[in-house]
């Protein structure tokens, strides 16, 4: 099983939103934990309904920031237990009849508030009983080595975590990438990084689990790195057959689209009959489509890696006043490759109608008109 824990910092943006759709494509998790929503339910089936899980819950107090929102797919087998605004408890059992629980955890941010984290875990605690996994954001950190800032770290919180962890028998699993998970994307001196989000488990669960891994992944979207927990080797390919050729909606977003249109339906066929020449109309406009479009079909796979890469080594590197404009220039066009790439397989997926946002379009004057 994999799950995925994200603090997305916001998915009332589209931007935010194309990056989640990306990574649930990419990465297929069958539960997915989200903090700092900002939305509340409605907000949530507004934003992102794309986002296709058969289960939810969606935490958010009236008039506040944060929410949280636990997705999960139908073949899950998963039982909500409790919640509050900083962690939600469920029980999960797996297909040969294993009980475990998962706690879903966002620590206070606040330093004045930080022991309300601990006693949160201790409390959590007591509803426990056999193995135990905990993920997300704690908000702080264990080691001195998981910060990098020219500040010092905070040895006082650093010690009350691992007390607060001692305490509910829960050793950290470690990780797979790059170590900070947090990135306060500002230059020079001021930036700072920390590895704020992870996960913990009971000596139970890392024996039902010996193989788990951990991957920090990367988004562009937030100042948070996505976490990608894999319980076990998953694997399989899709089967893909002959594809027919049929208009491509992603198409339209390029302004050359009806330049090859028009010029296509110009030319004169002299066919016998107006039927005849409309015909032959279509069959040459179809092809000069397919061999215009047939760079442009398929999402660009290749520059969205390539893109993606060059954004993530911006984020890692030094950050200065030039490498955060070049991020800010690279995100931008990895978003309009998202966009592409989402109205691609939208179509696939026999969407009706995908909203571009408001695009100003000679499209969309002409379908509104």
């Not at 920390?194 to 951990?214: G, I, M, Q």
């Amino acid at each position: 099983m994999k799950l995925l824990s994200w603090n997305c910092q916001g998915l009332g943006n589209p931007w935010t939103v194309r990056s989640l759709r990306k990574l649930v494509k990419d990465q297929a998790p069958k539960v997915c934990f989200l903090m700092e929503t900002r939305l509340d339910k409605e907000g949530y089936d507004k934003h992102c309904k794309e986002v296709h899980f058969q289960n939810k819950l969606i935490v958010k107090r009236p008039n506040s920031g944060g929410g949280l929102a636990l997705l999960w797919s139908k073949e899950v087998n998963l039982d909500v237990i409790n919640y509050t605004d900083n962690h939600i408890l469920a029980k999960m059992v797996e297909e040969d009849g294993f009980v475990w629980y998962l706690t879903c955890f966002y620590g206070w941010p606040d330093a004045s508030q930080k022991q309300k984290s601990w006693a949160l875990l201790k409390h959590l605690s007591t509803f426990v009983q056999g193995p135990w996994m905990c993920i997300g954001d704690f908000n702080t950190i264990l080691h001195s080595s998981e910060k990098q800032s020219s500040h010092p770290p905070p040895y006082k919180q650093m010690d009350d975590f691992r007390e607060a962890l001692d305490l509910c028998n829960l050793v950290d699993m470690g990780f797979n990438g790059y170590p900070f998970t947090w990135n306060n994307k500002r230059p020079g001196i001021a930036n700072t990084r920390e590895r704020l989000d992870r996960a913990v488990a009971n000596l139970e669960w890392r024996v039902k689990f010996p193989t788990s891994t951990l991957i920090h992944l990367f988004s562009h979207a937030s100042d948070h790195s996505p976490l990608l927990l894999q319980t076990s080797d998953e694997g399989g390919l899709r089967n893909r057959g002959v594809q027919s050729f049929k208009f491509e909606e992603k198409w339209l977003l390029w302004e050359e689209c009806e330049k090859i249109v028009a010029e296509a339906w110009s030319k004169d066929w002299r066919a016998p009959t107006s039927l005849a020449n409309t015909k032959e109309k279509i069959g040459h406009c179809g092809a000069e489509l397919l061999a215009w479009g047939s760079s442009r079909t398929h999402p660009n796979a290749k520059e969205i890696k390539r893109l993606q890469k060059h954004v993530e080594q911006l984020s890692v590197g030094v950050m200065t006043e030039e490498s955060k404009a070049e991020f800010l220039v690279a995100s931008k066009k990895l978003d309009d490759l998202f966009l592409k790439q989402e109205i691609y397989w939208a179509q696939r997926s026999r969407v009706n109608w995908l909203k571009h946002g408001d695009r100003n379009t000679k499209f969309f004057h002409s379908k509104a008109s």
